[in-house]
């Protein structure tokens, strides 16, 4: 394994990108910490701070408590009058992207930065959802985010389904919830096929997606970490990045 943080590894990595057939990429809460987001397990992260907070992701909670649903409204109306931009770390994405290296981004993110920052949608697969939309829990139908907010700024402090009248909430997954099959379908197929594996701002701790980096050693691509702590699958790197995602990504990318 590379050694953390040397020039060195930098250097290989981008030699290893540069060579690379097809380049799949998985990105967690790190790579937009930068941009103002918290994370939610690290030493300042939202969950660590407020463990209350967990509960607006908890589904059974969520349906069952109306107290729990009126606090999420309120917070991802904050979430919206301090709408975040994408950093540098997001840009170096499309940059990989543009440059024909990176096939597929798969992120564990729910706040529509790489999409904002230029990466192709069709590209991005979102397995955790997004908080761009809300869904209703009876019907399935979903609808922009906004319009929903614009309900609670107006007064309504739980806003139910206008076509059905069930329980909404934002389009993620929360804990209860099952993933999309498709999503994880893509997911594998983009670990079986690559040649090098970016693992960005993720700890490697949430399954079935962290089964991504040993799908991808398994198959005999080269697997990348870059994080700001220690993950649980940094023996199976082969490079190990520690630092700043935002200054360490864009000099990942040949050229």
Not at 98 to 108: E, H, I, K, N, P
Request: proline share 5%; with cysteine.
């Amino acid at each position: 394994m590379t050694e953390a943080g040397n020039e060195d590894a930098i250097e290989s990595v981008r030699e290893w990108i540069a060579n690379a057939r097809s380049v799949a990429a998985l990105t967690g809460a790190g790579i937009s910490t930068d941009s103002g987001i918290p994370d939610f397990r690290g030493p300042k992260g939202l969950w660590t701070k407020d463990p209350k907070a967990e509960k607006m992701a908890t589904l059974q909670v969520y349906m069952s408590d109306p107290e729990v649903r009126k606090r999420s409204w309120q917070w991802r109306l904050e979430t919206e009058r301090n709408k975040r931009e994408p950093n540098a770390g997001h840009a170096a994405m499309v940059a990989l992207e543009r440059a024909g290296y990176l096939d597929t981004l798969v992120t564990q993110n729910v706040d529509g930065l790489h999409q904002a920052a230029g990466s192709d949608p069709s590209r991005v697969v979102e397995i955790h959802g997004t908080i761009q939309e809300v869904e209703c829990l009876d019907c399935n139908e979903r609808a922009p985010m906004r319009r929903a907010l614009a309900r609670v700024e107006a007064g309504e402090e739980d806003p139910p389904c206008r076509s059905c009248g069930g329980i909404l909430k934002s389009a993620t997954i929360s804990f209860g919830q099952g993933l999309v099959s498709r999503d994880l379908e893509r997911a594998q197929h983009a670990a079986e096929n690559c040649d090098v594996i970016l693992a960005i701002g993720t700890t490697l701790a949430v399954y079935p997606i962290a089964a991504m980096v040993p799908i991808a050693k398994e198959g005999g691509a080269r697997v990348v970490i870059l994080n700001g702590e220690v993950t649980e699958m940094d023996e199976l790197a082969d490079a190990v990045l520690r630092g700043s995602i935002s200054e360490i990504l864009p000099r990942l990318v040949p050229g």
